[in-house]
């Protein structure tokens, strides 16, 4: 007697596909609970501030904008362009925001859009000459540009030099502060996912797969490619002109490391593909990474174990597991 | 090190005959060391098609594994070379059985996974506190010489004797020997190589394996010149993903002749503009050489592939 193990998909799934049978509440339940059930979780967690305390919901909203920066990598490796330097939007996205703040002196509702789409458009341009590149070789010139930015800054002393641009404006009250990740985050998340399924997101997984056939089509990549940077870079410099003027204030540190891995880290944790994953893997990684603040650089250290033992372990992510799960029972048949 | 280049020659620059002396001395010197950094990386990533991140992190764990060596257990400095040589090898052989085995083929999985090993080295190092002015490796000889009107010390002529010998002994051993064979016979056509009876997974090992060895021999000669600092393992990534972008990854003649191309332009710059623009200079090289001839130098049909 031999068994194998078979999956097979849940009944009320398959019927949840189709939209108009949707005639039971049972059925709109089983399609809405996964997507409100966090939805909800998002927007109340940061109500809870008496409950939670203040230091968490600071944390809660750090959590946001690397999960942010997940989601910008996540779209760049839905297109095949693997990034290994998201710190690249992070910097960019700060500094300019910072400029406009310090210089210009112009209140942060204009220079947090200013710096998220400046910002994305200089990212843009900096990876222009460099995405005729593919994999290995993107990725290479990805890890070095924020390394050469920073170092670029400091040897040049422009920008404040290795002291940065300090005293700028802060929000004006807590809940801007706790809100606006939030809610950036759920725009990127659910309108990624939307991006990805329109035909636009076809082309673009097009290309990750097999640019070839892609430019058969009459399908000028590249510009395809710029524009998914565009679009993944927006969602990386806001991250990074938000924390700007949290911090109010802007350094080299924008572009450390740590915003380059995390989001990485992130990613692979929770499942590459699913923009879902990203947002799980950073709502896991980054608390436990405060847990794990006494340590100090450590920290980086236990971002590469986990990158390693899920890159080799346990490729699939968390969030494809928990999709799996849902979807489909598993029972044993009889193959003797 | 590259600093200390501009320094010497800011120095001695006032005669232009010596100016010019000196640039084209320490070009040479600049771009054997360019040299040495790539060749351990394009020749794993010609042999196997793995992109080894964790070079850098390999580069710098050698140089202190000699410090630690020769510091804390007061080996001869001779062993505690080749300890230092045999250990890094080894690691990049116990690499691939442990990691890159299970991820083959997924271009993805084995960036992720070498990158986060490289990250895991040097930070771990950071977190040591390696990070003060103490960590410098001895000279292999003090003293220098004078080499038409500028002076050479012996270090830098060990590095330029040491990379001659490098290239030397690569190709002798790739043409000679039957591991050096297995490697070609893998890197010309892999599925010919394993009807032959070449074992893919253990030339592919050997080759991490080598390649990581010769990241320790560069980074045994050439760490002497300044302290050892963890970010200069970022660095030696970005120099050997240049070099090899110029002159096209797996041609030892291009990565040869792109040395001498980023090495010179190098200390050019930092001759007549600043020596903070010499990092400029391998991006610059690198976009121009993709929009002007994408495979490289001397790239071939292979990688043309692979990369655009």
Known sequence: MKFRKERLDRGIKVRCEDIFVLSSYQEMLYMLFPRVVPVMILLI????????????????????????????WDLMASVGLISLGQALFFGVGAYVTGFLNHTFKLPPILTIPLGTLGGAFICTLLLLPVLRLRGVYFAIVTLTLPLLLARFIEATKILGGTEGMSGLTPFPNIWVELYVPVLALLVCLFGFRRLINED??????????????????????????????FIAGVAGAFAGAFMTHYNQVVGMSAFAMDYSVLPLTAAVLGGIGSFAGPTIGAFILIPLSELLRAVGTLRVVFYSAILIICVVGLPEGIFHYMRRKYHQFERMVDVG | MTKRVYGIVSQKGKATSVMINSIIIYGLVNSVILALIAMGFSLTFGISGVANFAYGGFYILSGFLTWMLLNYLKFPFVLAIVVTIGVVGLLGFVTYWVILLRVRGIALSEVIATFALGVGILELFRWLGFVTYEFTLPYLKKGMVLIAGVPLDYQRLFIIGIGLALVLFLYLFTHHTRIGL??????????TAISLGIKPDWTAALSLAFGSAMASVAAIVILPLGIISINQGYEVLLIAVAVGIV??????????????????????????????????????????????????????????EERV
């Open chain 1, 45 to 72: 967690l940061p109500l809870l501030k008496g409950v939670i305390g203040l230091y968490w919901e600071k944390v809660f909203m750090i959590t946001c904008t690397i999960a942010l920066l997940a989601l910008s």
């Open chain 1, 200 to 229: 636009y997101g076809l082309v673009l997984q097009g290309i990750r797969d097999n640019d070839r056939a892609v430019m058969s089509g009459a399908i000028n990549i590249y510009w395809f490619k710029a524009q998914a940077v």
């Open chain 2, 182 to 191: 297995a490697f070609r016979g893998i890197a010309q056509n892999e599925r």
């Open chain 2, 247 to 304: 002159g096209g990854l797996e041609s030892v003649p291009g990565i040869l002749v792109a040395s001498l191309i980023l090495g010179y332009a190098q200390i050019i710059t930092g001759t007549y503009f600043k020596p903070e623009w010499m990092m400029v200079v391998y991006l610059a090289a690198i976009v121009l050489t993709l929009a002007i001839k994408p495979s490289g130098l001397f790239g071939k049909f292979k990688e043309l």
